[in-house]
């Protein structure tokens, strides 16, 4: 009977060591890949480079080789940005509004939730903190295959919200042609500046300035590889919002869900582009063994296949495993930008998740939702980063700044004796002077050594 025990005993301890992970699709993993390698940092290092010494001219040279485009300013004018808007079809007009609604207001439920503080932390010793928004911040807003209006809000309008005086913003020409619904939500974002500039030359532009541009003290959001570089480069020379690398999501499913749903949902985001990854994580059988078949069968109407099955193909992944403990392990290893639980008990992940940058929670809710209009922002972390960041929100545009304030001599000296001793101990004898200084100047005859105590140390002491 004894030994039977101990065999389960081990059973067990075996299982939970070796948990039946299986790997039935396996996909490029970031280990594996070098996608900002050493000829785009080359590359965009010189570019930089180039607008940091000839500003205008370099920035309207690199436009006009590489996008084709060469206008007489590549700022609109009141008067076009005008028209550009009253052009749109009321409809397109209609749901940018709906949309900047939804994220106007969840920005401002977030900001609402930072205060300013300040307290007491001794007789006469106020400690506080104060939200002060960045003064000036450049909005990337990409172009290409996807106008992506959406973006224009998750920048400029929760800048603006958080309170930032001069919110400017960038997007590219596409084909030559003005991007008008996006330069429209740009506007009504609440943009000071709208730039028809794309690419690392638009970074560079708000980052390092120019002659006609004064630089920023911000860069935020989503880009190509070589725009990531560029951020990567500039940061120090001012602020980022994330490291941004290609889209991710990983679909989380059980048996309540089924395969069309899961392959819906992993297509909708490898369209992005043919590096971003999309992984199904599931407890299901069933689904593991449909998927392939069904991701084939969507592909063959989808519009956007030429990409996502690239995507698919390469980065795609399918892992099985036994149990919602494993799921949740599986996908904080993971730490994908956006996590999709369709399960029995969603909020369970909810409650036991610690790295994702977006999470959406059962089969009602998508990606989709969150990526174009829900109210959250769609600026999240990328290549594992959701390990110690969240994403873009109202907080990224505002510095906690802290203050002190000694009100009293004898808080004054009191404090300088302890910040003496502290000094002597590091060898910081100018530190030192600045506190006893203090100590001389507001404190009571008794020995700097401390072997009397004042009514208030004594007080702290024994607290």
């Keep these: 009977m004894r030994r039977t025990l101990v065999r389960l005993a081990l059973y067990e301890a075996h299982k939970k060591t070796n948990k039946m992970k299986r790997i039935i699709k396996k996909g490029i993993t970031y280990a594996e890949s070098k996608d900002a390698d050493a000829k785009v940092r080359a590359i965009v290092e010189g570019m930089l480079n180039d607008i940091s010494e000839r500003g205008d001219v370099a ?42 609604t939804q994220i106007r207001n969840f920005a401002q439920h977030q900001k609402d939730a930072l205060k300013d503080i300040e307290v007491e932390t001794l007789p006469g010793v106020f400690l506080g903190h104060k939200n002060i928004p960045v003064n000036s911040v450049g909005c990337y807003v990409p ?18 919200v958080a309170g930032v005086k001069r919110v ?11 991007p008008a619904a996006t330069v429209a939500a740009m506007y009504m974002a609440g943009a000071d500046e709208i730039y028809l500039l794309g690419g690392v030359q638009a970074v560079a532009m708000m980052a390092l300035g120019t002659e006609t541009v004064t630089p920023v003290d911000m860069i935020v959001g989503p ?3 070589y ?13 980022i919002d994330l490291f941004a690398g290609p889209t991710e999501t990983l679909v989380i499913a059980d048996d309540t869900c089924d395969a069309e749903t899961c392959a819906t949902d992993l297509l909708g985001q490898a369209e992005h582009g043919p590096t971003s990854p999309a992984i199904l994580l599931t407890t299901s059988k069933k689904i593991a063994d449909e998927i392939e078949e069904e991701i084939q069968r969507q592909l063959k109407t989808l519009p956007t296949a030429d990409v996502a099955s690239v995507s698919w193909q390469n980065y795609g992944q399918v892992i099985l495993v036994d149990t919602e403990e494993e799921l949740i392990e599986e996908a904080d290893r993971i730490a994908s930008e956006h996590v999709q639980v369709m399960t029995k008990n969603p909020r369970t992940f909810l409650d036991k998740m610690t790295n994702y940058g977006g999470l959406f929670l059962g089969q009602r809710t998508n990606v989709a939702f969150g990526d174009k209009v829900i109210g959250t922002n769609h600026t999240l972390p990328t290549k594992e980063a959701a390990r110690y960041t969240g994403g873009l929100w109202v907080g990224k545009f505002l510095k906690t700044c802290t203050y002190q304030e000694i009100r009293t001599d004898e808080a004054s000296a009191m404090i300088g004796e302890y910040c003496s001793r502290l000094c002597a101990i590091e060898n ?15 404190g009571s005859p008794h020995p700097l050594k401390g072997s009397n105590k004042t009514p208030m140390e004594t007080e702290v002491l024994n607290k």
Excluded at 168 to 178: D, H, L, R, S, V
Excluded at 227 to 239: D, M, S
Aim: hydrophobic share 40%.
């Design 227 to 239: 725009v990531a570089e560029a951020k990567r480069q500039l940061y120090g020379k001012v602020g």
């Design 168 to 178: 400017i913003a960038c997007t590219p020409p596409i084909n030559g042609e003005i």
């Design 428 to 442: 910081f004898a100018g530190h030192q002077a600045q506190a006893d200084l203090r100590v001389k100047r507001y």
């Design 143 to 160: 172009g290409g295959r996807y106008p992506m209006v959406a973006s224009a809000h998750m920048s400029v309008l929760t800048a603006k």
């Design 223 to 225: 880009g190509n590889a």
């Design 59 to 100: 920035v309207r040279e690199l436009s006009a080789r590489l996008d084709k485009w060469s206008p007489e300013s590549f700022r609109l004018s009141d008067e076009q940005i005008e028209n550009i808007v009253a052009d749109l079809p009321q409809q397109v007009i209609d749901d940018i509004k709906f949309a900047q």
